[in-house]
């Protein structure tokens, strides 16, 4: 009988390169995005539509996403905050779109300037948008185990959020350890919440590996039926503040522990290398 299948949804063009602090040049970013095309990914996160001044990182997303050589089977997203983020987004060829809000009010306002509610409001025409186009929307939940500023993320909070992100039409939530404070045990406790408010096959798992437990994070939410991990090549990212630290779970990493688990994710280690090198060149 064939393998049962997980998928690796790479964010490491994004969610990595967002927090380093050198500007990198489009070419770069166009060449690891290739490179990463390459790997067997079904779903590459390649940029960002959101305020410059928030993000000046991913202020070259419409050169990005036109640089790319687009490779079959393989969905290139982009982050969008707001309709205007779509409507770029969308132009500059992005084929899925990604909707973030978070499940503690302390990170919404940080974050994107809003409470929940607000940016609940601006997702409402990306949404209606997205519908009238066809183009799939994923939504994000972040500090959905901890917050910054409001400390531990109470799980029906994040089971609210997930029930609103999906009724607006996301086609998938992923669960974001924003912070890297996750354990397998609060891992858990979160999904068994929200895992009332949606089954596993529309929620995937987005972990940061700031406290060193992000592949267990993923082993335990995959024992809990998700079979969606976001990762970033190398493991890129990390806190622009705190050097040195992790960043998002590194995609090989979490192919390595999948695959043990007897999941087939289809990712090419060896290309993978190749697109690491890149990575680490950039880095
Ligand atoms: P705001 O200040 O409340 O609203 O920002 P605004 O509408 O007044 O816009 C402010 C400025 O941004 C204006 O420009 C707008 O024109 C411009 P200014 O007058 O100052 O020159 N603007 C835009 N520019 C480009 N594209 C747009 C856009 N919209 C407005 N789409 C806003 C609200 C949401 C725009 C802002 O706070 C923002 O962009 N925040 C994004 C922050 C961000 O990208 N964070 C990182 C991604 S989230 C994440 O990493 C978590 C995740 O990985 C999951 C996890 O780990 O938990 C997804
Ligand atoms: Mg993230």
Redesign the pocket.
Same mark, same amino acid.
Request: with cysteine; charged share 15%.
């Given at each position: 009988p064939s393998k049962e299948r997980a998928r690796v949804y790479e *964010?490491g063009p994004?969610?990595g390169l967002?927090n380093e602090k050198r500007m990198i040049p489009s070419a770069q970013k166009i060449a690891l995005i290739d490179a990463l095309s390459a790997c067997g990914f079904e779903r590459i996160e390649a940029a960002?539509? *959101?305020? +410059? #001044? @928030? *993000?000046p990182q991913?202020?070259d997303g419409a050169e990005v996403l036109a640089g790319v050589t687009r490779a079959p089977g393989v969905l290139y997203a982009a982050? !969008? +905050?707001?309709? #205007?983020?779509?409507q @770029?987004a969308r132009a500059a060829g992005a084929d899925e779109v990604?909707v973030?809000a978070?499940a503690s009010e302390g990170?919404s306002r940080a &974050? *994107?300037? @809003?409470s929940v509610a607000e940016?609940l409001e601006?997702f409402a025409p990306v949404a209606e948008a997205a519908r009238a186009d066809g183009a799939p929307m994923r939504a994000?939940?972040?500090? @959905?185990v901890a917050c910054p500023f409001d400390g531990p993320t109470p799980p029906a909070a994040v089971a609210r959020l997930v029930e609103s992100l999906l009724a607006l039409g996301a086609r998938e939530v992923?669960l974001? $350890? !924003?912070i890297g404070a996750g354990t397998p045990e609060t891992v858990r406790a979160m999904l068994r919440e929200a895992l009332e408010a949606a089954p596993p096959e529309l929620l995937a798992g %987005?972990f %940061?590996d700031t406290g060193g437990r992000a592949v267990e994070n993923v082993a335990a939410a995959c024992d809990m039926g998700l079979r969606v991990f $976001?990762a970033a090549v190398a493991g890129l990212g990390g806190c622009p503040f705190a050097p040195g630290a992790p960043g &998002?779970v590194d995609t090989r990493a979490v192919v390595l522990r999948l695959e043990a688990l007897g999941l087939a994710t289809g990712v090419n280690l060896d290309r993978l290398a190749e697109a690491e090198a890149q990575a680490t060149r950039i880095r």
């Open positions: *964010v994004r969610d967002q960002s539509f *959101v305020s +410059p #001044r @928030a *993000v991913m202020a982050l !969008t +905050p707001n309709l #205007r983020g779509y @770029a990604a973030f978070s990170f &974050n *994107v300037n @809003a940016s601006r994000y939940v972040s500090c @959905a992923s974001g $350890d !924003t %987005h %940061h $976001d &998002n």
